[in-house]
């Protein structure tokens, strides 16, 4: 549960264990920079963490939780500055177990996916409003989005459950099968760098790379990786391999 901040080459991630929220420096990125010391943001879930993405235009912090305390789970997206003020809740109903978030600044959008009762992908604007369902068929186990600007901003999904990678346009329209099958064996994230798609297994904790057309024959960049939980594709780039996983 990871995020990049492009702009200052920041990195964000969630500590699962204490429920917080931290950063450090991408190493290789800024001079004498290496991953030490997380900094605490002070920003403090009362769920379980299960997303964070940061807008690299403000500089806010959306994270996504769940609360398991009652009968049914019940899921929320929040959001605040970087600093832990003026948190706000932005999605709080009909939502149960979000399992990643999507920003897209450069459209005012967010997007996240929730893997509950009744599994979907949904979007909105930055504030929470207007807010809408672009996936609700044929969708088991949605985690993993991620925005390729590159390629008229489509997010790009998977579904673990049905070991299966797609992509669709932000309005929910021109849903396309990136790859499917066995051979994915069950992504739980994913990222798209440049004309590449990432995803990570946890079955067999793998980290793959496929063009992110789904053309050609998919590369194996790591294995052997204990409880991978995250990828994200401009980080295994410059660290050629390096993969977060959970706290």
């Known amino acids: 549960m990871e995020s990049i901040d492009v ?21 290789g990125k800024k001079a004498g920079a290496t991953i030490g010391f997380g900094q605490d943001l002070e920003i403090k879930a009362n769920g379980k963490l299960t997303s964070v993405k940061v807008d690299y235009l403000t500089h806010n912090v959306y994270f996504a939780e769940t609360d398991r305390s009652g009968s049914k789970p019940k899921g929320k997206i929040v959001v605040c500055t970087e600093d832990g003020r003026y948190r706000r809740s932005l999605i709080s109903s009909g939502l149960e177990f979000p399992t990643s978030i999507a920003l897209d600044p450069e459209y005012g959008l967010m997007f996240w996916a929730d893997a509950g009762g009744i599994p979907k992908i949904e ?34 999904f998977a579904d673990t459950k049905l070991s299966k990678i797609e992509s669709v ?31 990570v297994t946890r079955e067999s904790g793998e980290l793959i790379r496929q063009d992110k057309f789904g053309r050609g024959v998919p590369v194996m960049v790591e294995r052997n990786l204990v409880n991978p939980t995250h990828v994200a594709g401009e980080l295994v780039f410059f660290l050629r391999g390096v993969i977060f996983r959970a706290i």
Do not use: C
């Open 7 to 27: 702009v200052r080459d920041l990195i964000y991630w969630a500590d699962s264990y204490e429920r917080t929220i931290k950063r450090s420096w991408i190493p």
């Open 123 to 156: 979007s909105a604007w930055l504030d929470g409003s207007k807010r809408w369902a672009i996936i609700t068929t044929n969708i088991r186990y949605p985690t993993g989005l991620a925005i390729d600007i590159h390629n008229e901003h489509r997010l790009y």
């Open 169 to 199: 346009k932000s309005n929910g329209q021109d849903r396309v099968l990136i790859m499917g099958g066995d051979s994915l064996k069950h992504p739980i994230s994913l990222d798209v760098f440049e004309t590449s798609l990432y995803w």
